[in-house]
Every structure is written in structure tokens, then in C-alpha cells.
């Protein structure tokens, strides 16, 4: 069965500062990854996607997230956030063969102050 | 719509009684999933339909859920004798084939006193 685990439930970080959401995943199988983002008040979003190729993939509002087999992570990062990036994020997986349902981490929220 | 649309956004319910909850998803998707997001959770899958099949409802907890798809469109989520644990968030993603974006309703609050 596969897992996935966000290392912190909770990410608090000044505005214009780098940082990274930390997501490990378990699977016996080939995955495929997944950032969601929840905003306040609104449905999950994609945020971005591994499928194949490139093991670094970014989102159009500048985050980014490297697939690292060796390691099975997929961590999100963002080398400056803005307030605007306050908001739950979800690391997913689900595998080649599945019928698409996604299996969620725990979501961690990100928290940027002024 | 332009989006997935969930009805109730919120419904209250006593324990025991029936409810269903509707989910329309975008026009043209064939893949629809409902989700069970608990507080501080991710979301948990509960299943999976393709066309008016349930391909997939491993993630049904027990038999008191139950979700219909007549039309291969709009889908209904049935719960029977209600629990005060089945109170969460349900959520209906649509997608237009698999591996493609899931695109997510906001949901419907369900509380059970």
C-alpha cells in the first residue's frame, strides 16, 4: 500500500524568505506526484505534477518540487514566499496502475508573516 | 458551471437520520471521486467512478455508504444512520481521464449531533 508523509504539520516563515514543504512517500510501485494547495476559504488546487521526465517540476507562481527516487521525497520549495502563498498545502501520490485516486498526506500549513 | 459544484455546503444532521450529498462535476469529465477530509487530515479516498460505474470503492468504510452515478454525471454520496464520526468534509474531484488534473469541488461540511 502506498503512504504519504509531511514532515511538518505547520510551516511559519517571514515574507520574501525560502522555504520548503518536506514530503516523503511509500510505494512498492511506480508513482506518480502531486502538490495540491487549499486557500482559505477555497477547493483544493493543483499546484504541480510529476508524471515522468524531469525530475524537477515548477508551478506558474514560482514553486517548485524535485521527484528524488533514491531518497522517495518530493519536496515543495519557493526561494521567497508572499503573503499570498498563506495556505494549507497537500503533497499526493497515487500509482501507474490505479484508477487516478489520489492518496493525501496529512497537509501542512504555511504560515507567512509580514 | 465553470466548476465542480457540491450541495449542502453545510448540513447538520442528528445521529441516525439518512443524507445525501450531491456532487456536480465539470461537463465532460468521465472520472469522478469523492473524498473524506477530517479535521487535520488530507483527504481519504472513499471512491471512484468512470462513466456510471463505480470502478473503484475500496475506500467506501462500511455499508452504510453508498454513491450512485446514474447518468455518468452528477453523483450522489449516501449515508445511512449517520454517526457522530462521519462528521468531515466531503469532497467530489471530476477529471477528464486519469492522471489528468483532478479538479475539487469545496465541499460539503457534514456534522452529525
Known amino acids: 500500500a502506498q503512504s504519504v508523509t509531511q514532515l511538518d504539520s505547520q510551516v511559519p516563515v517571514f515574507e520574501e524568505a525560502p522555504v520548503e514543504l518536506r514530503c516523503n512517500y511509500s510505494?512498492?510501485?511506480?508513482?506518480?506526484l502531486f502538490w495540491y494547495v487549499q486557500y482559505p476559504n477555497q477547493g483544493l488546487q493543483l499546484l504541480l505534477k510529476?508524471?515522468?521526465?524531469?525530475?524537477l517540476v515548477e508551478s506558474i507562481n514560482g514553486f517548485e518540487a524535485e521527484f528524488n527516487k533514491s531518497q522517495t521525497s518530493f519536496h515543495l520549495r519557493k526561494p521567497s514566499v508572499h503573503i499570498s502563498d498563506t495556505a494549507e498545502y497537500f503533497c499526493?501520490?497515487?500509482?501507474?496502475?490505479?484508477?487516478?485516486?489520489?492518496?493525501f498526506g496529512q497537509g501542512t500549513t504555511l504560515q507567512v508573516k509580514p | 458551471g465553470a466548476g465542480v459544484s457540491q450541495t449542502p455546503s453545510n448540513k447538520v444532521t442528528e445521529k441516525g437520520k439518512y443524507v445525501e450529498l450531491r456532487c456536480d462535476p465539470i461537463?465532460?469529465?468521465?472520472?469522478l471521486y469523492w473524498y473524506r477530509q477530517s479535521l487535520g487530515q488530507g483527504p481519504e479516498f472513499l471512491i471512484y467512478?468512470?462513466?456510471?460505474?463505480?470502478?473503484?470503492d475500496s475506500g467506501l468504510p462500511n455499508d452504510r455508504f453508498f454513491a450512485v452515478r446514474p447518468e455518468g454525471s452528477v453523483s450522489t454520496l449516501k449515508i445511512q444512520r449517520t454517526e457522530r464520526g462521519d462528521s468531515a468534509v466531503y469532497l467530489c474531484?471530476?477529471?477528464?481521464?486519469?492522471?489528468?488534473?483532478?479538479?475539487f469541488g469545496q465541499g460539503t461540511r457534514l456534522t452529525v449531533v
Open positions: 474531484a471530476s477529471s477528464p481521464g486519469m492522471l489528468t488534473e483532478a479538479f
Open positions: 510505494s512498492s510501485v511506480s508513482v506518480y
Open positions: 510529476y508524471l515522468s521526465g524531469s525530475t
Open positions: 499526493a501520490v497515487t500509482i501507474s496502475s490505479n484508477t487516478g485516486k489520489l492518496i
Open positions: 461537463s465532460g469529465h468521465t472520472a
Open positions: 467512478f468512470q462513466g456510471t460505474g463505480a470502478a473503484d
